[in-house]
């Protein structure tokens, strides 16, 4: 069969294989993590017992009620609902770069977000933590209140990353930018 002269035929895109890849994955962390927290905290409490222990200062668990555990939920649960938000903007630019449309502005829109997400992520873990820790030690019978503000060395890590992601999807948009530009002259 010969094609018409002056047709480009559609050919694979370098690595379009494991960019789809990671889409399905981004798909499943993002349906995962909120799951996850919603089971941990409702259904399977023993599984998360060693962070309930640390953060509430209290060995027995009885006091662990369904009332507790909602509210322990309700804070745990944005930065899941985050990281799932974060994780579907990654997917979308892992879509559009298994096309072979990486440098569109849809596809960087989404690692943008993605990005920005992941630095908010980096603010909000440590302020769930306290919060938790506040939450837990309150509910805790004779415990009284304690709070925990945790900030490590993987925290600031996380920020910086975060940050230069941030840095690099605004140059790759200035520079989509100018090639769309240069795209009107030609």
């Not at 506040?134 to 009284?144: D, R, T």
């Not at 304690?146 to 999807?169: M, N």
Request: proline share 4%; aromatic share 10%.
């Amino acid at each position: 069969m010969s094609e018409a002269p002056g047709t480009v035929q559609a050919q694979p895109v370098k690595g379009s294989g494991l960019a789809a890849f990671l889409a399905w994955v981004c798909l499943i962390g993002a349906a995962l993590a909120p799951l996850f927290q919603t089971v941990s905290w409702l259904v399977f409490p023993d599984a998360i017992e060693a962070q309930i222990i640390s953060t509430s200062g209290s060995e027995d668990l009885s006091w662990l009620e369904w009332p507790i555990r909602l509210g322990a939920l309700a804070i745990c649960l944005p930065v899941a609902l985050v990281t799932s938000y974060a994780l579907l903007n990654l997917r979308s630019f892992f879509r559009h770069t298994s096309h072979g449309q990486t440098f569109t502005r849809r596809a960087l829109s989404g690692f943008k977000v993605f990005a920005w997400s992941i630095a908010v992520l980096a603010v909000l873990v440590p302020l769930q933590g306290a919060a938790l820790s506040a939450f837990l030690s309150w509910c805790a019978p004779g415990e009284g209140g304690q709070l925990q503000l945790a900030l490590g060395s993987g925290d600031l890590t996380t920020l910086f990353v975060a940050l230069v992601f941030v840095s690099v999807a605004h140059l790759l948009e200035r520079a989509c930018a100018q090639q769309d530009e240069l795209d009107t002259f030609i």
